[in-house]
C-alpha cells in the first residue's frame, strides 16, 4: 500500500514558512524603506546653476528657489518647475537656422508673412532679423502670461512693421539700421514690460534686408540709375572744386598785385614830392650849389648808360675824329 503525502491548509501554511525561513520577519521594514524611498524622491530635488525654482503648493504660488539641493512636499503637494534664467533665447523672423557654427546653416523656406513689409515712401522689402532675450522675472513668466515665445514674436513684428514703415526704402536698407535695431528694442522691452511678461531683451537685429524676388530685377536697375547719378554728381563737384577755388585764387592773386602796384605807386609819388619839397628848400637856400648838385647826380646817372662818350672843347668848331673814348682799340 502506497501512502500519498497529503497535507491541510495549515500544512501549506507551515511548508512556505519553511521555504521563506525567516524572511517574513522583515517584510515590514522592506515596505518602509520602499515607502521612504518614494517619500524621498517625491520630496527633494536640485535647481541647475542656470534655473530658479518655482515652486506651487496646491496650484497656489509658494516661494522661489535658487540653484542647489531642496526639498519640498510629496505627493504632489509641492510642484516645482524649473526656470532657465541666465540662458539667451533667440527668436528669429523670415529665416529659421537649421544649424548653427562657423558656416551657419539656414532653411531655405521662406516666410513672408513674417519678412514682407512697407516701407514709408510705399516700396515694398523682404526683411528678416533677430530678437535675443532673457527671463527677467520667473514668476511674471509663469503666472502672468500665457505663451512668452509667442508674446515676443506678435510684439516683436507689430513693432518692425511700424518703425519700417516710418522710414524710407534706402534708409532702411542703408543708412538707419541701426537706429531701427535701437528703437525696436526700446519699443518691444516697453510693450512687454507693460503686459508684465518677465522677459529682458538683450538684441535686436536686422539681418538681411532686401527686395522681394519678384522686384529685385527692377529694384537693382534703380538703384545702378541712383548710383549713376550719385557718381554724376561726385564728377561734378570734383570739377567744381577744382576749377572754382583756382579762379579764386588767381583773382585773388591779382587783386594783390594791383593792390601791390597801387602802393608802390603811391609811396613812389609821395616818396618823390618829399625829395622835391626837400630840394626847393635847398635850392632856396644855395641856388647855384644846388643846381650843381643836380647837375653831378643828372649826370651819375646818364653817363653809366651811355654807349659812346665825346669831349667836345666849346672853342672847337667840330668834332675830332680822331677821339673814340669808351671804344676798345681806341686812341685817346
Known sequence: MEWKDVRGPDDIINVGREKFGDTGKFLPLIVLAVFLLIFAGSSVYSIGPDEVGVVQRFGRYAYTTSPGLHAKLPFGIDKVTKIKVTKIFTQEFGMRTLRAGVKTQYSSRKYPEESIMLTGDLNILDVRWIVQFKVKSATDLLFKTRDPVDNVQDVSEVVMRRLVGDYCVDEVLTTKREEINDFAQIEIQKILDNYQAGIQIDTVKLQDVNPPDEVKLAFNEVNEAKQEKERMINQAWEAYNKTIPRARGEAEKTIRQAEGYQLDKVNRAKGEAERFLDTWAEYKKAPEITQKR?????????????????????????????????QKGGSQ
Open 294 to 326: 643836380l647837375y653831378l647826380e643828372t649826370m651819375m646817372n646818364v653817363l653809366p648808360r651811355a654807349k659812346e662818350k665825346y669831349i667836345i672843347d666849346p672853342e672847337q668848331t667840330s668834332i675830332l675824329p680822331l677821339l673814340n673814348i669808351g
